[in-house]
């Protein structure tokens, strides 16, 4: 099956500091990427859709300044969380669907970790 | 806007037995896809099973099958020989065939095995 990595796995970092999120798809071309957010015993919040060579579509109520998207490739999306602040730790998860698959199947990485002191 | 309904937050069950997780749906859609999705505790979303709408039959992977009622916005999932390794959150998800590619997940249900 589709492949999809995430780095880092588990990130610290102090309040105010920016942490980017690297999402890649292994095996295959992704033309589109979904962020996540999960809050535990939760569902998953989609955050933004990224669609490669263009901008991202945010979710209502998501503050596309502080969580900047970057689909430069077709293997590779970034999130940056930017003046990163305790209510922003959180598990981040990434997905990617491969162009002409089963249905634009969702494969999902293994999630980032994110605390923010 | 499409909604998924996951009515049982917890179920459990003994090892070797069977047991079924219920999953409604809202659409006007006609065609659309859906999913269960397994999360166990390293929390990697591990795809469990995908029903197409337009398909009559009722998917099957292994111990893993689901009952299609598409009159009543049905999805619901059945484990059979249920093993310790089957414990996870699942998640059913829905995906629209017309309109982009995103999924509208439900709230989840976490499943106990016992052994």
């Known amino acids: 099956g589709a492949v999809v990595s995430q780095h880092p796995s588990r990130v610290i970092c102090k309040s105010g500091t920016s942490v980017k999120i690297e999402c890649r798809s292994l095996d295959f071309q992704a033309t589109t990427m979904f962020w996540y957010r999960q809050f535990p015993k939760k569902s998953l919040m989609l955050m933004a859709t990224?669609?490669?060579?263009?901008?991202?579509?945010?979710e209502q109520g998501v503050e596309k300044d502080k969580f900047l998207i970057n689909h430069a490739s077709l293997t590779l999306s970034t999130l940056t969380v930017t003046s990163a602040h305790p209510e922003d730790s959180s598990f981040y998860i990434c997905?990617?669907?491969?162009?002409?698959?089963?249905?634009?199947?969702?494969?999902f990485g293994p999630g980032t970790r994110l605390t923010v002191l | 806007a499409q909604t998924v309904t996951q009515s049982q937050p917890e179920m459990s069950v003994q090892e070797a037995e069977t047991v079924t997780l219920s999953c409604t749906y809202d659409?006007?859609?006609?065609?659309?896809?859906l999913f269960w999705y397994k999360q166990p505790p390293s929390r990697q979303m591990i795809l469990v099973i995908r029903?197409?709408?337009?398909?009559?039959q009722n998917a099957t992977e292994n111990r893993f099958s689901v009952n299609f009622q598409k009159a009543a916005k049905s999805f619901s999932l059945k484990i059979s020989d249920s093993q310790l390794g089957d414990a996870a959150m699942y998640f059913c998800?829905?995906?629209?065939?017309?309109?982009?590619?995103?999924?509208?997940f439900g709230e989840g249900t976490q499943l106990t095995v016992n052994p």
């Open positions: 990224s669609n490669e060579g263009s901008k991202a579509t945010y």
């Open positions: 998800a829905y995906r629209s065939g017309t309109s982009g590619s995103r999924l509208t």
């Open positions: 029903q197409e709408a337009y398909k009559q």
């Open positions: 997905s990617a669907t491969q162009p002409g698959g089963r249905a634009n199947t969702q494969y």
């Open positions: 659409t006007s859609e006609s065609d659309y896809y």
